[in-house]
């Protein structure tokens, strides 16, 4: 049973890391239609009846939810009770009242780049030369913070050793530095904005269909042999569809199913575990690009040539503070790097934030590189 700590100041940027509001969560948070105790300043509701039977996936995830139930637990329990973890998570709760950070920066101009179009546009340009390419040097730093620098719907690369800050679209972002891609990537982790109701209903994001997601080109983007990891909502639908559609498109060889736990500071689960509406964790699928001449118990070549990189794990469960930021997913790089060759080429699809010497691509990949979210580090 594998499992690995995440610190809350995750991505490194030299002298800059998040906030530490941005994790400053110590309470669970509490869903109103659960039967909980709801502090006085919360008006109570009652707790409704069901009147209709579980639907077939409704069966379905509850049957998924038993089955690593003890898992989760047990793991939770080995982190908990770890020596490295008594710096982490506090056992002195803070008694202060939960409360969420609203930060508000300025929207990106999206020039009507939908979803949906790019990742049509994605299936046909393949290539950085169809991307309209700008490469961040000491002679043309000037031109990206330009009113006139157009930088949305191409590649741009900060080609310096340092992350730099740049204006763009009324706020300052910081781009960490980079090193230039290769032709093809080692590993791609995706965190595709998964169609659900709740999205539907309150319009939060756009969202996109499995057929949609299946145009990016995956076969072409990933090296001999590189690995794909998939973050996953917790509904049993979008698991059976990536498992038995993109997986099965993409010619994939699953090889790995993690867990995502989020606690609170003082190490609660943040939902409830047995919670019919959230739960606490989230799934990271892993799988595996096959070349013809290998089986799913051979390492990959790249490995081959370096007996010391292990294989990834078929099961692991990493323990954050989930950040107050919706849907901010914690970069795993340092996770990942033990599985991989020395330099190996990475590529975020769907980024909201940036990775050091890795390739983002979305239409939010700079989002949450707004100094805003961060403070200087002496």
Same mark, same amino acid.
């Given at each position: 049973?594998?499992?690995?700590?995440?610190?809350?100041? !995750?991505?490194?940027?030299?002298?800059?890391?998040?906030?530490?509001?941005?994790?400053?969560?110590?309470? /669970?948070?509490?869903?109103?239609?659960? &039967?909980?105790?709801?502090?006085?300043?919360?008006?109570?509701?009652k707790?409704?009846?069901?009147?209709?039977?579980l639907?077939?996936? #409704?069966?379905?995830?509850?049957?998924?939810?038993?089955?690593?139930?003890?898992?989760?637990?047990?793991?939770?329990?080995?982190?908990?009770? %770890?020596?490295?973890?008594s710096d982490?998570?506090?056992?002195?709760?803070?008694?202060?009242?939960?409360?969420?950070?609203?930060?508000?920066?300025?929207?990106?101009? %999206?020039?009507? *780049?939908?979803?949906?179009?790019? !990742?049509?546009f994605?299936?046909?340009?393949?290539?950085?030369?169809?991307?309209?390419?700008?490469? $961040?040097?000491?002679?043309?730093?000037?031109?990206?913070?330009?009113?006139?620098?157009?930088?949305f719907?191409?590649?741009?690369?900060?080609?310096?050793?340092?992350?730099?800050?740049?204006?763009?679209?009324g706020?300052?972002?910081?781009? /960490?530095?980079r090193?230039?891609?290769? !032709?093809?990537?080692?590993?791609?982790?995706?965190?595709?904005?998964?169609?659900?109701?709740?999205?539907?209903?309150g319009?939060?994001? &756009?969202?996109?269909?499995?057929?949609? $997601?299946?145009?990016?080109?995956? /076969?072409?983007?990933?090296?001999?042999?590189?690995?794909?990891?998939?973050?996953?909502?917790?509904?049993?639908?979008?698991?059976?569809?990536? @498992?038995?559609?993109?997986?099965?498109?993409?010619?994939?060889? #699953?090889?790995?199913?993690?867990?995502?736990?989020?606690?609170?500071?003082?190490?609660?689960?943040?939902?409830?575990?047995? &919670?019919?509406?959230k739960?606490?964790? #989230?799934?990271?699928? $892993?799988?595996? @690009?096959?070349?013809?001449?290998?089986?799913?118990?051979?390492? *990959?070549?790249?490995?081959?040539?370096?007996?010391?990189?292990?294989?990834?794990?078929?099961?692991?469960?990493? !323990?954050?503070?989930? %950040?107050?930021?919706?849907?901010?997913?914690?970069?795993?790089? &340092?996770?990942?790097?033990?599985?991989?060759?020395?330099?190996?080429n *990475?590529? +975020?699809?769907f980024?909201?934030?940036?990775?050091?010497?890795?390739?983002?691509?979305?239409? +939010?990949?700079?989002?949450?590189q707004?100094? $805003?979210?961060?403070?200087?580090?002496?």
């Amino acid at each position: 049973m594998g499992y690995d700590l995440l610190q809350d100041t !995750c991505t490194d940027l030299g002298k800059h890391s998040y906030l530490d509001h941005l994790f400053d969560l110590w309470k /669970p948070r509490i869903i109103a239609c659960e &039967s909980h105790e709801l502090s006085s300043k919360i008006r109570k509701r009652k707790k409704r009846k069901r009147k209709t039977p579980l639907n077939d996936g #409704e069966l379905k995830q509850l049957n998924y939810h038993k089955k690593i139930r003890n898992y989760i637990i047990d793991s939770c329990r080995q982190i908990l009770d %770890s020596d490295t973890t008594s710096d982490y998570f506090s056992k002195n709760a803070n008694n202060e009242p939960f409360e969420i950070y609203h930060l508000r920066y300025p929207n990106l101009p %999206s020039n009507g *780049c939908l979803l949906a179009q790019l !990742c049509n546009f994605a299936r046909k340009a393949t290539n950085i030369e169809d991307c309209n390419p700008f490469f $961040i040097t000491e002679k043309n730093l000037w031109k990206i913070s330009s009113p006139n620098f157009y930088a949305f719907n191409r590649f741009i690369e900060n080609t310096h050793s340092r992350p730099i800050a740049i204006s763009l679209a009324g706020g300052r972002y910081l781009i /960490p530095p980079r090193t230039k891609p290769d !032709c093809g990537y080692d590993l791609i982790v995706m965190d595709p904005p998964w169609e659900n109701k709740s999205a539907k209903r309150g319009n939060k994001y &756009s969202w996109l269909e499995v057929n949609q $997601i299946l145009q990016l080109p995956i /076969p072409k983007l990933l090296a001999k042999s590189g690995y794909i990891v998939i973050w996953i909502t917790n509904k049993q639908k979008i698991l059976n569809d990536v @498992r038995e559609i993109l997986l099965q498109q993409w010619k994939l060889t #699953e090889i790995g199913e993690w867990h995502w736990i989020k606690l609170t500071a003082g190490g609660e689960f943040v939902y409830d575990l047995d &919670s019919s509406h959230k739960k606490p964790y #989230e799934i990271l699928l $892993i799988a595996k @690009r096959l070349d013809v001449s290998e089986s799913p118990t051979n390492v *990959c070549h790249s490995k081959a040539r370096n007996i010391s990189i292990p294989d990834f794990p078929r099961h692991k469960v990493i !323990c954050s503070v989930p %950040s107050l930021v919706h849907s901010h997913k914690p970069p795993l790089n &340092s996770i990942f790097n033990q599985f991989l060759p020395k330099h190996a080429n *990475c590529l +975020e699809l769907f980024a909201r934030s940036l990775i050091p010497h890795w390739t983002s691509w979305g239409n +939010e990949v700079i989002k949450l590189q707004n100094l $805003i979210y961060f403070k200087s580090v002496s």
